[in-house]
Structure formats: structure tokens, C-alpha cells
């Protein structure tokens, strides 16, 4: 019997006088992603699970087998269930319509009680859904102890992951866009910019600044696609499913599925409570977009480097050393390339925790929290920073330039010339080669050799190939959907808002 209604009239236990009282004392702000203290006090609270038990919980096994300290984040979601599950139950005839009233208006107060820091969780309680449950109970008498007629702890869980992941999916894809956006507009700006690109890190084509912006926001763009398609599977509802086989009463999963906005309700019970592969998937598509923002930032961490020099990231984004005074360290890129590993790790641990699991629901489930939470913590956090820094990231076009120069980069364009004047490419790519090593030798670019020069490589090179050798000449040659040329990039700025608009 906990906190019945008689029960609160009645002279109570020490122990649920000190929870009482603890509920009156100020507990710090609970939010999405901060946690409040728990309280493990030493009380003998009675299980809401207690009834076939004869003695009470080991203190250790109790805290061991708590989740109060992580899964009080989904306090909100557990509530919003809670009062769609109450709804249900009286819209079918199965619980009063005062006693929905009561449940509702209860779950209502908890719920400000809760974000106002008033309500001290309790290990005693083991999880979420029990410190709420007790906390209606007391608040509101019998009609508390009637909201989890035909649902399980199984099927609640379940479904708060599920509410709790939809809405955090809404924000990293919210945090991608702002990124995309910031890509989109410095490819506007930077179309003309010429850089070295290059493959195997060794200087290989001329491109476009604009152009390399607009490649990470492609692999932006498929993460977001990603997430969307993951969407389809988390928005499904597992209440109803009960402990694993449904339940006896008359219930409606469709209509609760409407009041919380989840496309239909899961078509097998057994499967609802016990898989969660939908966090899995979500985590997969997490270290994807975590593995493009790693690579991102190493670009940005080479960039910045001084043999590079390529950009300037702004002060503000950056920290010193305690001992070199001249330092300026891309801390953001490097600490977001670092914290990839713990999303991938996340990704082991989830796949690892579900892989030797009969059917249906195990506690083994409750491990998939931490992981979850800290990969979306983690995720948010690096974007944010990312979507935040881009906008005021300066390419130094003159160092991009030079480094362009300094490569031979439009040895291809050498080579296509020569095709173009009749020769088989593997020969026009035997005379760049040599023209090269003359260039490596005398410290000049094909650009710089004289007609004399470069004739002596191939009679069939003119005047005209000095249009091909320049930089800006080789980026404009590439004009075809998907090429480097600034006009290329400036029609795929033009597609590409009109994909952060769809
Ligand atoms: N804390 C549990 C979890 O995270 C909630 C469900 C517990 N169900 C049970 N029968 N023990 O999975």
C-alpha cells in the first residue's frame, strides 16, 4: 500500500514522513539534459511490485538495479504517455471519467512540480515511472493507483524512449539544417575562390572553395535523410502491448497512437516491448553524421595548421596554450573528431546489448539510456558548435592560391588540351610528365614555361594553351552538373536551398 488515500489521513511510517518532507524541500531544476540529486535514503518504501516479496530489497541490489538517475530525463515524456494512456482508459469505458479527471489534473501538477525542482527522486523507487506513479498516488489518492491498469512498465518504457527520441530527432535535424545553411551561404560567397583539391592529401585538381562547402553539405543532407527515414520507425506506439502478450481489458492503442501523434500502434505485442532496434538505427545514423563531422573538422584542423593556412577560424572558437604564447588551437574540430569515438562506441554497446536477448522485454533493456541519451547529447553538441563556427570561417584565398600554384594542379588540363589536339590520352599523360619534371626541377609552374618551352614537349601545344593552364580557366573547363566551375556551383547553391526548404 502506497501513499493510499486512507493512508494519508492515517499517522504515518517514519519513512514516508521523510518522503513527505523531502518533497517540500527545494530540489535543483530538472531539465531535458541536466540531472537532480536522487535521494537514497535508508527507508524501507514499500514496492509498488511488493506484494509476493517477504523481505525488503537489499540496499546495494537497490540502487544496482535503479534507473532514477538517468531515466528522470524522460520524466516529461513518461507524463505526456501517462495522460494519452489515462484519456484512452476513459474514452473506452475502462476508468471513470472523474477518476481520468483527477489522473490528469495530477500528472499536470507533477509535471510543474517537477520542472519547479520540487519533487526529490527516489532510488527506493527504481525509475521514472514508479516515482511519478507514487507521487500521483499521494497527490491525488485511488484514482493514482487505477493509470496503470492495462499497461506495463515494458510497454511505458518503450514508449517514453520513442516520444523522448522523435523529439530529439526534431532538434539534431533542426541543428543539421542551420549547419547546411551556413555551407550553402559560404558557397555562395565563395563560388570563384580557387583552392587546391586534393586526393591522397597530395595537391590534384584546381576546385573551388564554394564547391568543397557544398560537399560536406551533400553528406549533410543524406544524414538528414537518414534521420527522417529512422523517424518512420521510432513514431510508432508500443503502449498497449502491456508486459508482453497485451492485455485483458478493452483497450483502443489507435486512439492513444492519435493523442500522441505515433502514426499506428505496433502490430505485435512481444515485439513492441522488447526491441529496440529503432535506437539502434538511430544511433547508426548518429555515427554517420558524427563520422562526416570528424571528417570535417580534420579538414579544419589541417587547414589551420600553419603549412597550410588555409582559413581563419575566429578567436572566439578557439583556445591557447598555457605554455607556447603564439598558439591558437582548433579546440572545436579537434574535441568533435575526438568525440566521435563515444557515438561509435554507443553504437557496439546498444548493438552488443540487444544481440543474446530472448523474447520479450529484459532488464537488460534499461541499458539502452545511457548510451541513447549520451549520443544524442553528444551529436547536438558537436553540430551545434559546427553550425555555430561555419558562418564565421574565413578561407584565405591568396594562400589557397598559391598552394594551387605550387602543385601543378592543372597538369590535367595540360593533358586534356593535348587530347583535345588529337593526342591518346596515355601519351598526352607521358608529355605532362615530363613538362612536371621540368617544372619540379626549375621551380616553376606550366603556367610560367614559355611556348618555346612546352613545344619541346609536344609540337602540337599553341598559343592557346595557356587558357587551359590558368587556374581559373581550369575550374571554368569543368562546367557540367556536379563540376567545379563557379557557375556549376552557383546552380547547385540554387538546388541546394531549395532542398532545406522541402
Ligand atoms: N527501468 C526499466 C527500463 O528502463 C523500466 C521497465 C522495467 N520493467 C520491469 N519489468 N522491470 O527498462
Known sequence: MLFAEEELTRPRPAATIFYLSVLTRQASMTKDNTISPVKSDPSSTTKPWGGRFSESTDKFVEAFTASIHFDQRLYRHD??????????????????????????????????????????????????????????????????????????????????????????????????????????????????????????????????????????????????????????????????????????????????????????????????????????????????????????????IIWTSAQFDFVRLPDRFCTGSSIMPQKKNPDIPELIRGKTGRVYGHLIALLTLMKGQPLAYNKDNQEDKEPLFDTVDTLLGSLRAFADMMPHVQPKKERMRAAAIQGFSTATDLADYLVRKGLPFRDAHEVVGKAVALGVQSERDLSEMSLETLRSFSDVIEADVFASLTLEGSVAARHHPGGTAPEQVLQQVADARKLLQS
Not at 495522460?83 to 474514452?91: D, E, N, S, V
Not at 493509470?147 to 518504457?157: A, M, V, Y
Not at 543539421?176 to 583539391?197: K, N
Open 79 to 300: 507524463i505526456e504517455g501517462s495522460r494519452a494512456h489515462a484519456r484512452m482508459l476513459g474514452q473506452t469505458g475502462i476508468l471513470e471519467a472523474e477518476d481520468v479527471i483527477k489522473i490528469i489534473n495530477g500528472l499536470d501538477a507533477i509535471e510543474r512540480q517537477i520542472e519547479a525542482g520540487e519533487l526529490e527522486w527516489q532510488v527506493a523507487l527504481e525509475d521514472i515511472h514508479m516515482n511519478i506513479e507514487a507521487r500521483l498516488t499521494e497527490t491525488i489518492g485511488l484514482a493514482g493507483k487505477r493509470l496503470h491498469t492495462g499497461r506495463s512498465r515494458n510497454d511505458q518504457i518503450a514508449t517514453d524512449i520513442r516520444l523522448w527520441l522523435r523529439e530529439q530527432i526534431g532538434g539534431i535535424s533542426h541543428e543539421i539544417r542551420r549547419l547546411q545553411t551556413a555551407l550553402v551561404e559560404l558557397a555562395e560567397r565563395e563560388a570563384h575562390t580557387i583552392m587546391p583539391g586534393f586526393t591522397h592529401l597530395q595537391v590534384a585538381q584546381p576546385i573551388t572553395f564554394g564547391h568543397h562547402m557544398l560537399a560536406w553539405f551533400e553528406m549533410l543532407q543524406r544524414d538528414h535523410e537518414r534521420l527522417q527515414d529512422c523517424l518512420k520507425r521510432v513514431n510508432v506506439l508500443p503502449l498497449g502491448a502491456a508486459a508482453l502478450a497485451g492485455t485483458t481489458y478493452p483497450i483502443d492503442p489507435a486512439y492513444t497512437a492519435t493523442l500522441l501523434g505515433f502514426a499506428r500502434p505496433a502490430r505485435n505485442s512481444l515485439d513492441a516491448v522488447s526491441d529496440r532496434d529503432f535506437a539502434i538505427e538511430f544511433n547508426a545514423a548518429a555515427a554517420l553524421v558524427m563520422m562526416h563531422l570528424s571528417r570535417f573538422a580534420e579538414e579544419l
